[in-house]
């Protein structure tokens, strides 16, 4: 029998290569058939988790609470040594200095990421600014979003924190960073299904492990993960309350 395995569509396309080698060596490690699914967007994703679709899953902090509380999924590992977080930024020759100058109707320029841009909406909050007081221009990754505030087609965007550091450095020295999250406690998780519970403790081991090995220490680095580290479910339970609430924030 064959599963699905899947990874939110918030990474960079640089990685798609590695996720393939990644899932490679997990059909080997636990000696199971894995299909690999990239889903195109959030919307196909969601689709997919609702069919019942997927067994395992890179997944974004927003769907935690659709993946454990509705479909029984367990995660498994976190990314070791980083959380999620957001930040807004602006062209470097824009006269905006602080969020609280971005002005009522400003375009925000963003991708469909939905924990970052929730972090983003909070953090544009100072400004009195939210949904019903912006423009939003969606983008289909972080590199358009730069692309947008360089153009002058929008006034502000919503970066997720490492996919802005991975912008090429002549691109960030045109970009201003206005303000930064420092939450600390939102992370993507791996997390597998109910089908396949009876391989939980040999993937969760093997991918604590996956920094010992000269090998997998390559995976890792095509992933530009420097490791995985078992998650308490304590934790995730926080996380997940935590997204809750952010979620009915006023922005």
């Given amino acids: 029998m064959s ?14 290569a590695g996720w393939f080698v990644f899932n490679t060596w997990l059909q080997r490690t636990l000696e199971t058939g894995f299909h690999l699914e990239l889903m195109d967007d959030f919307d196909s994703l969601h689709n997919a988790i609702r069919q019942d679709r997927i067994d395992l899953v890179y997944a974004n902090p927003y769907d935690a609470a659709m993946l454990v509380r509705e479909k029984g999924f367990t995660a498994l590992v976190k990314p070791r040594g980083g959380a999620d ?18 002005p009522e109707g400003a375009r925000i320029a963003a991708t469909d990421d939905p924990d970052v841009q929730l972090m983003g909406m ?7 600014l939210g949904k019903d007081n912006t423009v939003r ?19 502000a965007g919503i970066f997720l ?20 999250s420092d939450i600390q406690v939102i992370h993507h998780y791996l997390m597998a299904g ?15 492990n996956m920094g010992e090995a000269p090998k997998t220490v390559r995976i890792l680095e095509q992933l530009k993960l420097p490791g995985w580290d078992p998650v308490d479910p304590e934790e995730v339970e926080f ?4 997204m809750e609430t952010l979620k009915f924030s006023p922005a």
Avoid: W
């Fill in 122 to 128: 909070i953090l544009l909050e100072p400004a009195g």
């Fill in 3 to 16: 599963y699905t395995f899947t990874v939110s569509p918030d990474f960079s396309p640089d990685y798609i």
């Fill in 194 to 208: 109910p089908r396949i519970a009876d391989l939980h403790p040999k993937l969760q081991k093997a991918l604590v």
């Fill in 239 to 242: 996380m997940i309350d935590l």
């Fill in 161 to 180: 924190t490492k996919a802005f550091d991975e912008l090429s450095r002549p691109v960030r020295e045109r970009l201003k960073v206005l303000v930064r």
């Fill in 85 to 102: 977080e957001a930040l807004i930024a602006v062209a470097a020759e824009s006269e905006t200095r602080a969020v609280e100058d971005l």
């Fill in 137 to 155: 221009v969606e983008c289909d990754n972080y590199v358009l979003v730069a692309k947008r505030l360089l153009t002058g087609e929008s006034d």
